[in-house]
Nanobody, 117 residues
Framework: VQLVESGGGLVQPGGSLRLSCVASGFTSSSFVMRWYRRVPGQEREFVARIENDGGETAYGDSAMGRFTISRDDNKNTAYLQMNSLKPGDTSRYYC???????????WGQGTQVTVSS
């Protein structure tokens, strides 16, 4: 079972990045897919989630209006499109797969996003 994030990097303020989260060893279509971020020394922050049943989405305050979460269950992949990035978005971004029926939860190792000029 594995979640692997990619797509992070260094971007200038106002720029965009698209993060990907590829699931292996399980079928992501049964899981809610979520993105979190965490800066060392701070609490983990919820960024976005997408339901597996119907695709309903929800966003944290910092992501609202700028980030878009999506999924492609044929590819066992979730995405986070991040636009209008700010220095405050600098963080390590983690993908989480969560199955509500039994509370099974998987985490990736994260991908670093740095927003700086």
């Amino acid at each position: 079972v594995q979640l692997v994030e990619s797509g992070g990097g260094l971007v200038q303020p106002g720029g965009s990045l698209r993060l990907s989260c590829v699931a292996s060893g399980f079928t992501s279509s049964s899981f809610v897919m979520r993105w979190y971020r965490r800066v060392p020394g701070q609490e983990r922050e919820f960024v976005a989630r997408i339901e597996n049943d119907g695709g309903e989405t929800a966003y944290g305050d910092s992501a609202m209006g700028r980030f878009t979460i999506s999924r492609d269950d044929n590819k066992n992949t979730a995405y986070l499109q991040m636009n209008s990035l700010k220095p405050g978005d600098t963080s390590r971004y983690y993908c989480n797969a969560y199955r509500r029926s039994d509370r099974t939860s998987y985490w990736g190792q994260g991908t670093q996003v740095t927003v700086s000029s």
